[in-house]
């Protein structure tokens, strides 16, 4: 298995830092959000630290000062937070719906890419969840 994503927003890194040893069941349920919330983010906007904490943990923190987030960068590194919490949410193959997810194998031979162009997309916001194999 390659290495998990590196987080480039300093505080979505600290958000996956505290989150990392949640309940299974709480991470697939971060996970999901994580997922909805990637499909709402605009490129070009700008979103604040406690709102994004929301919308990824449904709870507001209290913050004197949110760091603003651009719409890009949180595009970019919403897939490394994806990975990091469906490690925690150990999540099996066999619970994934079946034929509702692709291996890498399976995509890069659906797209006619190589790994190293899944990789690159990962960058660019595509999404991707962990599961444990038999």
């Given amino acids: 298995m390659p ?3 590196r987080l480039r927003v300093s505080a979505l ?3 996956a830092r ?3 040893f949640i309940p299974a069941e709480a991470a ?3 996970l999901a959000r994580v997922e909805a919330l990637a499909g709402r983010v605009d490129p070009a906007g ?3 630290e406690d709102w994004v904490v929301l919308q990824v943990t449904g709870f507001r923190p209290d913050l004197a ?3 603003l987030i651009v719409g890009a960068a949180l595009i970019a ?3 490394a937070l994806a990975e990091r919490l469906s490690i925690t ?3 099996r193959a066999d619970d994934l719906a079946p034929g509702q997810w692709l291996t890498a194998g399976e995509l890069t031979a659906r797209w006619h890419v190589t790994p190293r162009t899944l990789a690159r997309l990962r960058r660019r916001g595509l999404l991707c969840r962990r599961a444990l194999g038999p």
Avoid: F, G, I
């Fill in 77 to 79: 590194d919403l897939p």
């Fill in 65 to 67: 000062e949110p760091a």
């Fill in 46 to 48: 700008t979103y604040p």
């Fill in 18 to 20: 505290q989150l990392r």
């Fill in 89 to 91: 949410a150990r999540q």
């Fill in 3 to 5: 290495p998990s994503s």
């Fill in 13 to 15: 890194a600290e958000l």
């Fill in 28 to 30: 697939r349920r971060h």
